[in-house]
């Protein structure tokens, strides 16, 4: 979709700093974590939701967010990685990972915009341990 920001960021029309690519999936941060280190999953092909995607693209993100999560975790020392799948904020399939040390921190009346400094060092961190 053209105006879609996901698509944009997919296609480097947009360019944001990614923590990870492959040919079918990017993942970066939120640019307004609910915690420090928030990241999305986003597959490249523009599909509305989630259980919509073809079921390769699927497994491909969760199997993407089965490596990253602990190296997250790792990298916030948080005590856990919370996963939530919602699709109201942007039309195009997504995960968010979420560094937590608890489940009512899962609450987007908690996000608040990051510096690019912190995404630009926090992307660095889980970057490396990838
Ligand atoms: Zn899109």
């Given amino acids: 979709m053209n105006d879609c920001i996901f698509c944009k960021i997919a296609s ?5 700093d ?4 492959d040919e079918r999936i990017i993942a970066f941060l939120d640019m307004k974590p609910i915690n420090p280190g928030h990241t999305l999953i986003v597959p490249r092909e523009h599909v509305d939701h989630f ?3 073809s079921l390769p693209v699927y497994q491909h993100v969760f199997d993407m967010a089965k490596k990253i999560a602990p190296k997250l ?3 916030m020392g948080s005590a856990r990685i919370g996963v939530l ?12 990972l ?3 040390n ?3 921190e899962i609450d987007h009346e908690r996000a608040r915009m990051a510096t690019p400094e912190e995404l630009k060092e926090i992307t660095e961190k889980i970057k490396k341990s990838l």
């Fill in 102 to 104: 608890g489940g009512r």
């Fill in 51 to 53: 259980f919509d995607m």
């Fill in 85 to 96: 799948i919602e699709g109201l904020d942007v039309p195009h399939a997504h995960v968010h």
């Fill in 73 to 75: 975790k790792d990298a």
């Fill in 98 to 100: 979420i560094p937590i």
């Fill in 12 to 16: 480097k029309e947009i360019p944001v």
């Fill in 18 to 21: 990614l923590v990870y690519e």
